[in-house]
Structure formats: structure tokens, C-alpha cells
């Protein structure tokens, strides 16, 4: 039996990470203000960062298992990105940092037009029909959606009094 040590390390840091975020999140999320005494929406706010952490768990697992019969669970290889792969990975990362610093001052809507429209931009598209398709329709929708059919609450507009 051969193990693949790097795979292995990864994955069994990757699930102690998943399951010390697992045991951790109850601690960390907030529990949304209540409004007139009642909750605000009908999943308790732990829900989801639990589901993910879980199947993060899963996956390292998985990995884990897999390194010890050896195989490699990973289609990079020992070859690494390529120059022009690592510089859209870390494009990619940024935006979603500034995506996730614009959120609450900008409201869900719009940092997600601006992010959709700037990674299609980047990423090659030149239509700006499609472009405003996307950035603006897409957005739209799944805020009414979370916000009128989920009950999950999204940072609302900022401006123009615009909450829906």
C-alpha cells in the first residue's frame, strides 16, 4: 500500500478544520434581530454553515481514504498552475474578498452586479446585453427569492429606502 503524505496531511488537516468549525459555529453566528417577537425566518441561522462544514468534513474524509489507498484526489498533479491559471485564481479570490467587504455597504444586489460584471469582463465576455443580463437579472431574482420565498435575510439596498 503506498500513501501519498502531502494528500494525506491536507485532507486530515482539511477535516480537523471542518469539525473544529463544526463544533465552533454555534458560538460564532448571530442570531438575527427579532421582529414584534417573531424570528425573522424559519431557519435557525446555524443551519447552513453547518450543512457546509459537514460536507467539508465528508470530503476530507473521502480524501483522507483515498491517500491511504494511493490515490491522488487531486487533478493538479506535482505540476502546479500554469502562470495564466494562478493569475485568474488569485483575480477570482479578490473579487471575492471585495465582494464580501461590499456586501454590507453596498447592499446583495448591487455588489453582485459589480462582481458579475467585473469577472465576465475579465474572463472575456464583450456583450454588454449578456453582461447586464446576468449582472442584473440574476441578482434580482435570488434576492426575491431568499428574501419573499426562503426567508433568508440578504443586506437590503442601501439606497433610495429600496428593502423590498
Known sequence: MT????????AAINLVLAVGL??????????????LGMASGDMAPTVFPRVVTAIWALISLWNLVLSFRGARPSSIGTSGLSGAAL?????????AVLY????????????????????????????PGRIALAAFVVPGVMYVVFTR???VSLPPFPFLGLGF
Do not use: C, H
Open 3 to 10: 500513501i501519498n503524505r502531502s494528500d494525506a496531511w491536507t
Open 87 to 95: 493569475k485568474a485564481l488569485v483575480v477570482t479570490l479578490g473579487t
Open 149 to 151: 420565498l426562503l426567508l
Open 100 to 127: 464580501a467587504l461590499l456586501l454590507v455597504p453596498l447592499g446583495f444586489v448591487l455588489s453582485s452586479v459589480l462582481t458579475i460584471m467585473g469577472l465576465s469582463i475579465y474572463y472575456g465576455s464583450r456583450s
Open 22 to 35: 463544526f463544533i465552533a459555529t454555534p458560538g460564532q453566528v448571530e442570531t438575527p434581530p427579532t421582529i
